[in-house]
T-cell receptor
Framework: DGGITQSPKYLFRKEGQNVTLSCEQN?????MYWYRQDPGQGLRLIYY???????QKGDIAEGYSVSREKKESFPLTVTSAQKNPTAFYLC??????????????FGDGTRLSIL | SQELEQSPQSLIVQEGKNLTINCTSS?????LYWYKQKYGEGLIFLMM?????EEKSHEKITAKLDEKKQQSSLHITASQPSHAGIYLC??????????FGGGTRLMVKP
């Protein structure tokens, strides 16, 4: 079945360490997104990519980096510069980057915690 | 986001009761999406509204978008424990990505 796969489901980060969250989709979507969700809050956009080899900063990009070398993959690296990384991270994809009548599809998320 | 406000933040209802969740935008929407999230999981798409005055239904859930395209409501009829979760509205403004509301946490007491 088509969908979005995020891994790992749980991740722990040590002080000063970079960690990478994986996001893979087989929906043939051009656009992919990374969101952060804090307890009791909605989603905030970290980065998005509308096409391979191109990506744009969202509202809270500081301390994060991404790459888009393949259409189906959009990994997110949480760097040591992100001082408060503990959150639930969600990856999404859609048919186009700008608004269309197609919804964004979401993965099951990765929960990142500090050791 | 201050652009998009959801209310209430949390809701506890008795099984079988009806309920309404609201999503209000500070500016005109191009489109409005409703999602449901179970704790610790991803978002499941429910419905999308695009036209002023539009109304859509899926099983016992009905969503409406007002004529001015600045407010949407999600109504659940005869709630069941399976309706429990977090409901999020996501707004599309012309040329921008989706902006999400803070979510409404729904608990249904059997």
């Amino acid at each position: 079945d088509g969908g979005i796969t995020q891994s790992p489901k749980y991740l722990f980060r040590k002080e000063g360490q970079n960690v990478t969250l994986s996001c893979e989709q087989n929906l043939n979507h051009d656009a992919m997104y990374w969101y952060r969700q804090d307890p009791g809050q909605g989603l905030r956009l970290i980065y998005y990519s509308q096409i391979v080899n191109d990506f744009q900063k969202g509202d809270i990009a500081e301390g994060y980096s991404v790459s888009r070398e393949k259409k189906e993959s959009f990994p997110l690296t949480v760097t040591s510069a992100q001082k408060n990384p503990t959150a639930f991270y969600l990856c999404a994809s859609s048919t186009t980057g700008t608004y269309s009548n197609q919804p964004q599809h979401f993965g099951d998320g990765t929960r990142l915690s500090i050791l | 986001s201050q652009e998009l406000e959801q209310s209430p933040q949390s809701l506890i209802v008795q099984e079988g009761k009806n309920l309404t969740i609201n999503c209000t935008s500070s500016k005109t929407l191009y489109g409005l999406y409703w999602y449901k999230q179970k704790y610790g999981e991803g978002l499941i798409f429910l419905m999308m509204l695009q036209k002023g005055g539009e109304e859509k239904s899926h099983e016992k859930i009905t969503a409406k978008l007002d004529e001015k395209k600045q407010q949407s409501s999600l109504h659940i009829t005869a709630s069941q424990p399976s309706h429990a979760g977090i409901y999020l509205c996501g707004a599309a403004y012309a040329g921008n990505m989706l902006t999400f509301g803070g979510g409404t946490r729904l608990m249904v007491k059997p």
